[in-house]
């Protein structure tokens, strides 16, 4: 394994956790489950916090449509999980799930 | 072996208070990217003045990453490390980022010699930039990689040998990892280089469905006491610091558990 070879297995295992990617060769995909679930865990606790009132609205959906999100849009290198939140608000706006005018933006802006 | 410390906690915005009146904090420990690089928060100012020392902890710098080393990051937490004076800095064996995507927690890195020397060419680097000691941390995992060709003890001391860094034991890690994984950690204590130890990480978890989560937000059970028991026969540890990140409980509970560390560090 070359340091590109090092990178590319790497690059791999992520996209299988994040990214709904097939487990690499030789994981054990019972553990790669588990990874992913306790990742988009911490993923879902953070931008709960950040943006308490979005999960809040949400409700029991919230999970759902957490986990349907954060699969469509893992977490690119360098962002920031402020931008998560806004992104998943956005994102959760867009499909109806949320009502637009209790968006903070708007009470801001107004 | 480094500098003696003492019982520390793990510094946090929401517990600022609670660390400042705790009696018997002797050092405190902050998330390097949680920090200004141009100023304090108040409560690290106090803490400072008091002549505690504070010691930055970084979790995004991706030491064993294969992509080049993000020195922007490393640059950030050099400057936290100036900002308090502060003796040395830390950082995981582990990586966070890679193929363009962020895991948000720490990955661990395959236990083979390639992966040896991405990490040893990394914290090379970092080294450089920093300035300073810097200790490597043993992560927990909830997956292993195939193919290993180093034990975990055998590539923890390879590591810091080769980049001359300190070693931070987290024994709440080891505890995951031999509940998960079915490692052995006292295996491991044996086989890593103690004479190198900076300080110890001791915290909480929870098991579900089976599985251990070290959360930094539960309870830190007995089995995690007992591992740094098995430690402390070994070596006198310079410092053993608690880290409580999340669900935080009542001032008493917290000072409890730096009571119970503080009686198997002395006993």
Not at chain 1, 30 to 44: D, N, S, Y
Not at chain 2, 12 to 22: G, H
Not at chain 2, 188 to 211: F, M, N, T
Not at chain 2, 245 to 252: E, G, K, Q
Request: one cysteine or more; glycine letters at 8%; a negative charge.
């Amino acid at each position: 394994m070359s340091r590109e070879e090092v990178a590319a297995a790497q690059g791999e295992l992520l996209r299988s956790l994040l990214a709904g990617g097939s487990p690499p060769a030789g994981f054990d995909p019972g553990a790669i489950r588990v990874e992913a679930a306790a990742l988009l865990g911490k993923r879902r606790r953070i931008v709960r916090e950040i943006d308490p009132g979005t999960a809040e609205e949400l409700g029991d959906r919230f999970a759902e449509l957490f986990a349907e999100y954060a699969l469509a849009n893992p977490r690119r290198d360098g962002s920031r999980f402020r931008e998560d939140a806004v992104a998943f608000a956005a994102w959760a706006t867009e499909r109806g799930h949320l009502r637009r005018a209790r968006r903070r933006w708007w009470r801001r802006s107004g | 072996m480094g500098e003696h410390l003492g019982v520390g906690i793990g510094w946090r915005s929401e517990i600022d208070l609670t660390v400042e009146r705790m009696q018997g904090v002797d050092f405190v420990e902050v998330v390097a990217e949680n920090i200004h690089r141009d100023h304090l928060p108040e409560s690290l100012r106090v803490l400072r003045a008091r002549g505690l020392p504070v010691l930055p902890h970084a979790v995004s710098l991706s030491l064993g990453g294969a992509e080049p080393l993000d020195t922007d990051r490393v640059e950030h937490l050099a400057a936290v490390a100036d900002l308090l004076d502060a003796p040395l800095v830390s950082d995981h064996v582990c990586f966070v980022r890679a193929g363009g995507l962020d895991s948000g927690h720490l990955m661990p890195v395959p236990r083979t010699r390639d992966a040896l020397e991405v990490l040893v060419a990394n914290v090379t680097q970092a080294r450089s930039i920093l300035g300073r000691p810097l200790a490597l941390e043993n992560i927990a995992a909830l997956l292993e990689w195939p193919n290993a060709e180093l034990t975990e003890a055998r590539f923890l001391r390879e590591l810091v040998e080769r980049t001359d860094c300190l070693l931070l034991v987290d024994v709440a890690n080891m505890w995951a990892n031999a509940k998960n994984l079915g490692a052995d950690p006292v295996e491991l204590l044996d086989g890593i280089p103690l004479e190198r130890l900076a300080y110890v990480h001791v915290a909480g978890g929870v098991e579900v469905d089976g599985v251990y989560h070290d959360t930094h937000a539960h309870a830190v059970p007995q089995g995690v006491l007992d591992l740094l028991g098995e430690l402390c026969s070994r070596v006198r540890p310079p410092g053993v610091l608690l880290e409580r990140d999340d669900r935080y409980p009542s001032d008493a509970v917290l000072a409890d558990e730096l009571a119970a560390i503080r009686a198997v560090v002395a006993a």
